[in-house]
């Protein structure tokens, strides 16, 4: 598995409130949560990202409330994969549920500009950065979470599951 795009990038201490506002909870419909995502803290993030596009964060991403809202509203907005130095624990586990990637990585989370192309390999753990030819290791995802990641989610992992 893997993904290409260009990098969105943000800093620390991203929380779930600005990830998807609370005003927008009335709603699980993904896409328009997606249409809803980081208004408050980026007003143009709608419309300057592309399907693929990668986030790249600082430390502590999604913290605050464990809405799954927040990871829903990242993954329908097009966003492939998020790497940042670290992630808020109910977040990570968030993400994973619905087969959205993250990776932490502090060195490429760092030294990824806005704008960077950034290609990612899941299986291997290798974020290469396209624009500036600089490689890092990330964790590779293990098996049983790779086939999470390849059903869309954790649910689509049980479906799986059910039919054999």
Known sequence: MEAQGKAIKYGNNVDTDVIIPARY???SDPA???SHCMEDLDA???SKVNKGDIMVAGKNFGCGSSREHAPIAI???GISCIIAETFARIFYRNAINIGLPILECPEAAKDI???DSVK???L???IVNVTTGKQYTAAPFPEFMQQIMDADGLIGQIKKQLEK
């Open 25 to 27: 909870l009335n709603t």
């Open 32 to 34: 328009e949560l997606a």
């Open 44 to 46: 143009q993030f709608v």
């Open 75 to 77: 993954k329908a907005s």
């Open 113 to 115: 500009s806005d704008g």
């Open 120 to 122: 990612i390999d899941f």
């Open 124 to 126: 291997q753990g290798t």
